[in-house]
């Protein structure tokens, strides 16, 4: 029987989102409309639709299961998140309680999603877990957090061997001007704690020995958003 976790929190509409049609690669899609402009301001909203598949781990070896996919979908209150992934049921559950924040959420099964400006070197970091807990930070500079445990309107549908999960991240979360993107699972214990990445480390930049390390700004990620901005 699936279980299903809730949680809310106030939404926002503060951001200025512009994109053009783009298209990954070949799993990924991306469609972008502009379809309202509102508030007194003229805000300029335009409706984001992407779909990314998780399909490598960090350095680049394919995945050996069904692959974890995440999508995003602009709406009033916020971007929509919906992560579709298989239940490990690795490492067990958090103790914390579902639907809330929970410290250090990256040490558990989880799915997680970067929002990053290479031009401020602010970021977003979204961790969602299929028990239901949630940890979103904002970062300014490569792990000096800024705010955590933010609120979040978070949803899990949790079956025997998959997980979905749906998020609402409010639009004042997003730091101004961000361009860049990457979006990773996690998920086993000890020697088999597995690291799977949207934008690997590219195979020439590996070196040996060479550990995970899911941070923005050691990985050339893609810019794939044209323009996403704060209002004032």
Known sequence: MAETVTSSASPYLRLIIWSLGW???DSDT?????????????????????EFTIEHTWDGIPVSHEPVTVSLKSGNAGLLMEVSAPFFNDPPAPLGEPGKPFSRLWDYEVVETFFLSDRTEQYLEVELCPHGQHLLLLLSGRRRVWKEKLPLEFEVTRMENKWEGKA?????????????????????????RKFEALYPVPQHELQE????????????????????EGAD
């Not at 609402?168 to 088999?192: D, Q, R, T």
């Open 23 to 25: 298209k990954t690669s």
């Open 30 to 50: 991306w469609r972008s409309e502009v379809f309202e402009a509102a508030s007194s301001n003229s805000i300029l909203i335009t409706n984001i639709k992407m």
């Open 168 to 192: 609402c991240l409010p639009w004042n979360y997003f730091p101004p001007c961000i361009n860049k993107f990457n979006a990773f699972a996690i998920h086993g214990s000890g020697v088999e």
């Open 209 to 228: 020995g060479q550990k995970p390390d899911l941070q923005p700004h050691l990985y050339r990620w893609p810019c794939i958003i044209e323009k996403f």
